[in-house]
């Protein structure tokens, strides 16, 4: 190390780069463990799909029993999703960990989390009340904009021929600058909610809402940098979709190849359409440990920024 | 764990180099940025082209010349010198700010030879010239993940790292209150200083650097977990006086400064 270096007990923040390049070491080296995490977090995602349907095929013509299905389904549906959070938050804890030196044992880790399975629902959900109400909120403001600059300029929203060509214009632009505006709301949104259920996964007396607040109140500042961050990793996985992309062309293509008519495909087409169902679910059983493996080095990156983690005197006489 | 690869070199006199390198996500950041820079280049040289060929075939047209054939050459003209545009891009600027182009340096890493030396000319064309597989069939990006030295077919052709950047040792000033100072004294005289490691010294120093972009709660909490920690470390039983968490770092780091010097 150079000299004049802080030690390596306090910890120093990362570049965006270094932050996907910790991730997909992280990754890398507990490949087994992740992966394991992520199937087990698909399949409890597919389990009520698949299960309901099958019920529901084996019981459609009773009409009582179809009825208590459907309540079962939504039960279910809830608890399954409620799995499949607490699996990938598991995957961020066990990263953190390793993040800070202290590595848990995957028994360790499961227990804590497993505990606040139904917060993790709550806090999802809470998020997707957000979400949904700003995207509601934007969507209005920006239809207002636009209808209040269109009568302004005095033609109909109903799209006839604007007056003139300035008026085309600048409707035109309007319309251009408010979808700019709404994406990076979006982007903005989605960066500053990234990490909003690392907190619940990691630290003790946090609920479903003290979670997003942490979220949000870790995040301040560091949105576009969150924003560059999410953006590099999602380049990183896109050989892996090329690559599954590629492999449906190569199935697709000659299957498709001596038929005429749309309706003589239609046999053929199920089979595809499954296949690629199958391959995207794989695509996105591979990638989802990385973005959990990313959240919790962000999650670990702000913490050492806003919160100083991990600066403390050497550890000599007290614990 | 350790997230970086390291390189070690040892140069013929002997001595060790160490580079840290730079990894996937810093070099796949770097290629975002470049790729913006020069497709927005790209744009504009042409648009530029567009209007000049257009005048030129109206010039045609106006004396006119038959040219049936020219469309072609045409063709072939812009396709090499959009390719001209995308190696020259990256050769220029590998060559002459030393291994960085403009992504590279906002991602903080730097292309250099296997010994550590600058990058050539040489270096810099083989590497973009293989460019054309490795970024777009994403063969490089397999090769750098899995590679020992993270080394795409460009860097294996060429020779070459891509490292990160030592952040120099010089820091960033901080402020210090005036009553560090005085304070400082009194701690020269009472305290034992020499109990305090170089490395507590700089844990504190980093502490005082980074105060500034902490979130004020946490601030508070950090700077009286390592005040208590450090009165500990001294053995010192009372403080000289009343006094902040935050001013009496300040006033350790002072006279820990006038006692020892600043090692860096």
Redesign the interface.
Known sequence: M??????Q??IQPL????????????Y??HLGQYLGIAVRATLWFLLPILGFSLAFYLAREQAVVIALLILAAILAYFFCTAKFLTNSALISRLAFG?LINQPESLSQARAPIDHRLWRFLGAAFLLFLISFGISIAVAIASQTILFTITFALGSSPSGSSPDNLITGIVIGLTVFILQLISLSIQFWLNARFFIYDTPLAVENDVGAAGTISRSW?LTKGSAWRIF?IS??TF??TV?LF?LILLVLISFAVPLFRGYVSPLDVLPVLFPLILGTIILFLLGFMLVMPLWQAIKAVVYYDLRS????LG????D???E | MRFFNRVTYFTPESVELEFTLAGIGSRAFALLIDYHILFLGWALFITIWSVVIGQLLEYLDRIGLNYSGLDNWLAAIIILLSFAVFIGYFVFFEVFWQGQTPGKRLAKIRVVREDGRPVKLTQAVLRSLLRTIDDFLFVGFFFIIFGRKEKRLGDMVAGTIVIQEERPAIRQPFQLSEQAQTIAKKLLQSANLSLLLPDDFAVIREYLQRRSIMDKKAKSQISLKLARQVKEVMELENLPSEMTPDLFLEATYLAYQQQFGDQE
């Open positions: 150079a000299s004049g270096q802080v030690p007990d306090a570049t965006v780069g270094n932050v996907v390049t910790a991730g997909i070491r992280l890398r080296s390793e109140e560059l953006f590099v380049l990183v050989p090329i920024r806003r919160e100083g600066l403390q005197l050497r000599r006489t007290f």
